[in-house]
């Protein structure tokens, strides 16, 4: 098989190779197959090519139709086997890898039409993984056992065999289980608190398999943007235990959405300490032989430690509409941090003399330390430092003390942007008031190259977009907006997008759904009940269904009538979770800076989800009373809308069925 699909000349850069080819195949090859020539694609073909010859960071710009994977795609996939090292694709969410690797996936259409053999593989996230562990655990469980009895029956038969393993393979996926709801899934996957180096089953255990598997690519490794920050987090560490990063050695790294990364990133950069994993670890050190005085240290540790999460579920309430809970971070937290960190001290001058005797076993020494490490970072980090968000999340085994740096720059700056490698980042929303330096800073990029191409579409003549006076409030009822969601759905009858803007509102809606007869017979699909993939494709598929979703206001592409009405419940500003709490409080104008951009980019991310492909054509409605009692708010929503697309707010009595 030719390692490239043109000739190669090994006398001649391979960049300016690849962009002649990359032309031939859109001026000619996918012309020849049916496809159109867009100017806009071969532009943004051009502007890759600086990108990879100087193997600099791009922001490519690019709105809906201009068919930009393709083209970055075609750049990594010949740049991968020039370096026989893969690109990385960092997709939002696993939502999305899947559609690109779906049969009608872009990935399939190159292979089909271009006659090439392409290697991409999924890195999907740990915790889209079955743990061995937890499932044991969940098989014992007083909740629902004969479900995880059977999970367990179907595991691949070497699972259960002690003897080695001639022929194994990758297995336990949540795409595996499209049955469980997430409430299941979450009771047998894995979780940060897995201590997978030191388990017994991680030879044989699906995510260790997989692992293995993707590694292999030769093309491409397709995974989401929070997996790649957890390997560039964990990086390090990995490499000090012995065990392999999570991503091998790369080429290149395109971060499609590429606007969302920040958040990924300080996600994947969170310190997580909860008391009953540091107690079993600690512990497991006291069935060795130790000098008292370690002994000591560690009964002390784990009093405070309980003493320090006591102290949480008290100075901590619920936030409504999120899973978090709000720290109200005072002096009587902080001494307990204090002390359980002297206690910590302790432990660790101890285990410096214990690893001279040689009584402990070097595996669990080392676990134990790096544990402790990270423990001393995070509580330093809440004891003195105003550059962190933290926050409790509950959960039937006690409280996880979560903390997070605000600022991530450093860490990208340092082990992303300064690897000499080329950095794609493409979305159709990446500039503010058409600059990129908003996104730039956030990032820690200093240099870049950048480019902006509009959508080819015409969005005048085929997109309608409404939002109804349902009253004269200042806010509307729930019971308006579902009377109001009922006409729009019987309007297109079914074919819908509900974007929700959290899971509490979803719930409501799915639990008002009996009682409104008109939409008896309506087949509806709520996000979190099933796998989401699985979801997707059944929405797509069954063309007058309705799908009711909190994420997928980014990304979801599904051309055609299946998605003709996309339904906005209310206009989608963040969460009053402490992650926004910190942004506001370091912005000069909070709403303006925080809440107005983030509502405006999400909602247009949400309207691009109607017109997928020139034939597509629908109508959007927003649910939103203060669009009619706020001008200005109007205003900037008018300023979102593809060119042409006028905000309308025709009474619902007057909609054309
Ligand atoms: S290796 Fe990790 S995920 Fe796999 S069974 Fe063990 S603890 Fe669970």
């Keep these: 098989m030719n390692r490239y699909p043109f000739e190669y000349e090994p006398s001649k850069p391979i960049v300016p190779q690849i962009g002649e080819w990359v032309a031939d195949v859109f001026y000619d090859i996918l012309p020849e197959a049916g496809f159109e020539v867009r100017d806009e694609q071969i532009y943004m073909a051009f502007q890759l090519e600086k990108a990879f010859a100087d193997k600099q960071t791009i922001f490519a710009e690019a709105g809906v139709g201009t068919g930009k994977t393709l083209v970055y795609l075609l750049y990594s996939i010949c740049y991968a086997r020039y370096h026989r090292k893969p690109a990385i694709i960092a997709c939002a969410d696993e939502s999305l890898i899947e559609q690109l690797v779906k049969p009608e996936g872009d990935i399939a259409k190159l292979a089909r039409h271009l006659g090439m053999t392409i290697d991409a593989r999924l890195g999907k996230s740990q915790d889209r993984y079955l743990c061995l562990k937890k499932l044991d655990n969940a098989r014992t469980d007083y909740e629902e056992p004969e479900l995880y009895k059977d ?54 255990c699906g995510q260790t398999l997989s692992r293995e598997h993707y590694r292999q690519s030769a093309d491409l490794i ?96 619920a936030i409504a509409g999120s899973d978090r809970r709000h720290i109200h971070v005072n002096k009587e937290l902080i001494q307990a941090v ?43 980090l809440f004891q003195s430092s105003d550059s962190l968000i ?19 720059k450093e860490v990208l700056r340092e082990r992303v942007f300064a690897l000499n490698m080329p950095v794609v980042f493409s979305s159709a929303t990446l500039s503010v008031n058409d600059s990129f330096d908003y996104l730039a800073y956030s990032l820690g990029v200093s240099k870049y190259l950048s480019f902006s191409v509009d959508s080819p579409y015409d969005y005048e003549g085929r997109m309608e977009i409404s939002a109804p006076r349902l009253s004269n409030g200042q806010s509307y009822s729930f019971e308006e907006k579902a009377q109001a969601a009922v006409q729009a ?43 989401i993939s699985h979801l997707i494709a059944d929405f797509q598929s069954d063309e007058t269904s309705v799908l009711c979703a909190v994420t997928l206001w980014e990304g979801l592409d599904i051309p055609g009538p299946s998605l003709s009405n996309v339904i906005v419940w209310s206009l989608p500003y963040p969460p009053n979770d402490p992650v926004f709490m910190a942004k506001r409080q370091e912005a000069a104008s909070p709403f303006e800076e925080v809440d107005m951009p983030y509502m405006l980019l999400r909602l247009k991310q949400g309207i691009g989800r109607l017109i997928r492909t ?14 009619h009692s706020d001008a200005e708010l109007r205003a900037q929503v008018q300023g979102i809308l593809p060119q042409g697309v006028v905000l309308r707010d025709h009474p619902l009595s007057e909609w054309k069925r």
């Excluded at 795409?175 to 894995?190: G, S, V």
């Design 489 to 531: 759905l019987l309007r297109t009858e079914g074919r819908a997008l509900l974007l929700f803007p959290s899971r509490e509102e979803l719930k409501r809606f799915k639990e008002a759904i009996p009682a409104l007869p008109e939409l008896f017979g309506m087949r509806f699909g709520f996000e979190g009940d099933r796998e």
């Design 614 to 627: 020139r034939d597509d054509s629908g109508s959007i409605t927003i649910l939103s009373a203060e669009l």
């Design 390 to 408: 933290c926050w409790a999340t509950d959960s039937p085994t006690g409280l996880t003390l979560v903390i997070m740096p605000k600022a991530v």
């Design 222 to 317: 397709i995974c989401s943007h929070d997996f790649y920050m957890e390997h560039v987090w964990t990086y390090e560490g990995r490499k000090r235990e012995g065990q392999l990063p999570l991503l091998p050695e790369h080429c290149a790294v395109v971060f499609d959405e590429g606007h969302l990364l920040e958040s990924a990133a300080q996600k994947a950069l969170t310190y997580r300490i909860k008391h009953p994993i540091f107690e079993e670890l600690v512990t497991r050190l006291l069935k060795n032989e130790m000098r008292e005085t370690l002994a000591v240290f560690i009964d002390d540790a784990i009093e405070r430690s309980e003493r320090l999460f006591e102290l949480l579920e008290k100075h901590s309430d």
């Design 338 to 380: 204090s002390r359980l960190r002297e206690s910590l001290d302790g432990i660790e001058e101890e285990l410096v003399f214990e690893s001279e005797l040689y009584n402990l076993d070097g595996y669990q020494l080392r676990i134990v330390e790096e544990h402790l490490e990270m423990m001393q970072k995070a509580l330093s």
């Design 151 to 204: 999970i367990y029956e179907q595991l691949p038969a070497f699972v259960h065999k002690s003897e080695g393993m001639q022929a194994f393979h990758a297995y336990g996926d949540r795409k595996q289980y499209p049955h469980l709801n997430d409430e299941q899934w979450e009771r047998m996957n894995w979780d940060p608190f897995q201590d997978c180096f030191v388990c017994d089953k991680r030879h044989r």
